[in-house]
Nanobody, 120 residues
């Protein structure tokens, strides 16, 4: 199982970025793909997640209405569209995969991080 995250960068507050996570080595349909972030001095948090077995995607409260997760199953890619970015969104963003749903249990595989920096 391999995950490759990309799309980070430096944007001004209010700007947008789209992160991509390309997955390989497993059956994409049966896995949950999540986006996590870790800011300096803070714990890692789950930002969003999508899974075929779940009724709807998960978003942490702080990004609801601004971030949208989507999946291209044919391309084994999950995207995180981030709009109206705020300085507090600055973090290293990681994608991760686990079998089944977005909720509960450990995450089996992690991609390398991609840095998102939002300037004020």
């Amino acid at each position: 199982v391999q995950l490759q995250a990309s799309g980070g960068g430096l944007v001004p507050a209010g700007g947008s970025l789209r992160l991509s996570c390309v997955a390989s080595g497993f059956t994409f349909d049966y896995y949950a793909i999540g986006w996590f972030r870790q800011a300096p001095g803070k714990e890692r948090e789950k930002v969003s997640c999508i899974a075929n077995s779940d009724g709807r995607p998960f978003y942490v409260d702080s990004v609801k209405g601004r971030f949208t997760i989507s999946a291209d199953f044919a391309g084994n890619t999950v995207y995180l569209q981030m709009n109206s970015l705020k300085p507090e969104d600055t973090a290293v963003y990681y994608c991760a995969a686990r079998e089944g749903t977005c909720h509960g249990g450990d995450w089996d595989s992690w991609g390398q991080g991609t840095l998102v920096t939002v300037s004020s």
